[in-house]
Nanobody, 125 residues
Framework: VQLQASGGGLVQAGGSLRLSCAAS????????MGWFRQAPGKEREFVSG????????YHADSVRGRFTISRDNDKNTVYLQMNSLKPEDTAVYYC???????????????????WGQGTQVTVSS
C-alpha cells in the first residue's frame, strides 16, 4: 500500500487548505483512516480520524470545529479540510491507513500500519 499526501502550502492565519491522501495498491474502503501532524521538536500527534464506514469521525480538541475529515472510496482518497487556520497548526501532516479491515476510529500512531510521506502546512500570522 502506498499513500500519497498533497495539498499543503503556505497560508495566512484564518485561511483554508484541503489536504488529500490518495491510496494505491489496495482499496481502502474497509479501512480506518487518519491524519496526524508533527511540528518541529514535537512528537507526532493525532488530528482527525474516520472509521472504515466513513460514518464516524473524531477530531482532536485543538482542531474540532475547524477541520473536517472525509473520504471518497471511488477515488481511494481521504481528505482533510482545514479552515480558520492558526499559526500553531504549522506542521508536517501525515495520512495513515489501518491495515486491519473494519476498524473503528483510531487515534494512536502505533495503531496504523501505512503512512504517507507528509505534506508541509505553514500558517503565517
Amino acid at each position: 500500500v502506498q499513500l500519497q499526501a498533497s495539498g499543503g502550502g503556505l497560508v495566512q492565519a484564518g485561511g483554508s487548505l484541503r489536504l488529500s491522501c490518495a491510496a494505491s495498491g489496495r482499496s481502502f474502503s474497509r479501512h480506518a483512516m487518519g491524519w496526524f501532524r508533527q511540528a518541529p521538536g514535537k512528537e507526532r500527534e493525532f488530528v482527525s480520524g474516520m472509521s472504515w464506514t466513513g460514518v464516524s469521525t473524531y477530531h482532536a480538541d485543538s482542531v474540532r470545529g475547524r477541520f473536517t475529515i472525509s473520504r471518497d472510496n471511488d477515488k481511494n482518497t481521504v481528505y482533510l479540510q482545514m479552515n480558520s487556520l492558526k499559526p500553531e497548526d504549522t506542521a508536517v501532516y501525515y495520512c495513515a491507513l489501518q491495515g486491519r479491515r473494519f476498524s473503528t476510529i483510531l487515534t494512536e500512531t502505533r495503531e496504523y500500519d501505512y503512512w504517507g510521506q507528509g505534506t508541509q502546512v505553514t500558517v503565517s500570522s
